[in-house]
């Protein structure tokens, strides 16, 4: 079964525009979860979605958005771009269900803001 | 909010020999979900192992073990017989059964393991 695909796995922006990060889940997994890491910060949750829905928001600025299509592929938008927004992005995927609902996650893209 | 503590920024241990990562954290729930996560330098986050609080046992997965204190808030992982691909960042993270957060991890900040010939 293939794992959780993330794209692209570099990019480089400058102040003030926009990005756009997506997610592809492991087939069957209908969640899906991003965080960002930085040296700073760390690991910080961004949001979660399920069935197309959010269904949890971290402590981050309207500027950080996503969505979820119906076959649960994701997308997350950072508009208006900060050099603060340089990070990894990590995407995670699980089914929803099971006890633990383990996150499986993508190898992540990494996003440098000039 | 919960919150998860890594006291020990980084760690060095030689090859074939056994290293324990701390990790504490704070909940006021009663059931909740622990995770240690392996980060290697090419960046894939990789689940080491799991423990859910209702389970008194600590959790093994062959050289990775874990004692869990949960009067005491304690995860600490325990790594037997290092080997040199073990080097990594490790992470401990928590996770509430709450269905409202269903999925978000709460991670610690992480330990730096090398390990070394």
């Known amino acids: 079964k293939a794992g959780v695909t993330q794209t692209p796995r570099y990019l480089i922006k400058t102040r003030g525009q926009q990005v756009t990060l997506s997610c592809s889940p492991i087939s069957g997994h209908r969640s899906v979860s991003w965080y960002q890491q930085t040296p700073g910060q760390g690991l910080q949750f961004l949001f979660e979605?399920?069935?197309?829905?959010?269904?949890n928001k971290g402590n981050f600025p309207g500027r950080f958005s996503g969505r979820q299509f119906s076959n649960s592929r994701s997308e997350m938008n950072v508009s208006t771009l900060e050099l603060g927004d340089s990070a990894l992005y990590l995407c995670?995927?699980?089914?929803?269900?099971?006890?633990?609902?383990?996150?499986?996650f993508g190898p992540g893209t990494r996003l440098t803001v000039l | 909010a919960q919150t998860v503590t890594q006291s020990q920024p980084e760690m060095s241990v030689q090859e074939a020999e056994t290293v324990t990562l701390s990790c504490t954290y704070d909940?006021?729930?009663?059931?909740?979900?622990l995770f240690w996560y392996k980060q290697p330098p090419s960046r894939q986050m990789i689940l080491v192992i799991r423990?859910?609080?209702?389970?008194?046992q600590n959790a093994t997965e062959n050289r990775f073990s874990v004692n869990f204190q949960k009067a005491a808030k304690s995860f600490s992982l325990k790594i037997s017989d290092s080997q040199l691909g073990d080097t990594a960042m490790y992470f401990c993270?928590?996770?509430?059964?709450?269905?409202?957060?269903?999925?978000?991890?709460?991670f610690g900040t992480g330990t730096r393991l090398q390990v070394t010939l």
């Open positions: 979605y399920f069935s197309e829905t959010q269904r």
């Open positions: 993270a928590f996770r509430s059964p709450n269905t409202g957060t269903a999925s978000k991890l709460t």
């Open positions: 995670a995927s699980s089914f929803w269900g099971g006890s633990y609902n383990e996150q499986f």
């Open positions: 423990q859910e609080a209702y389970k008194q």
């Open positions: 909940t006021s729930e009663n059931n909740y979900y």
